[in-house]
């Protein structure tokens, strides 16, 4: 939990591993032509788990707070992922989107 949230009453929490949220983030450029940064791909992810625990008959929402322009150097740069070990969680079909520099 962040500090900004610290001594706030939480209904709970959701925690994402950085592949997932990579793998979120590729999708949904590839699948909704969607530039999302790596905050908005784990609200993406957390939204969707959520929904899978709740089930049928309820909503769940979450923002897009943040474009991938911020982190193209990283994000989408296969050196930075293999360093960082989160290369291979990029889809397959969406390796094209990653810059060899």
Known sequence: MTD???GTQLDGSVAI????TVAM???QLADEGIFVGASSALNVVAAADVAR???PGHTV???ICDGAYRYQSRLFSKAWLTGKGLYD???ADCKRFVSLA
């Open 4 to 6: 900004n949230l610290k």
């Open 17 to 20: 591993d950085d592949a997932r």
């Open 25 to 27: 983030l590729f999708r």
């Open 53 to 55: 625990k709740l089930g």
């Open 61 to 63: 929402t979450t923002v």
């Open 89 to 91: 969680a990029v889809p």
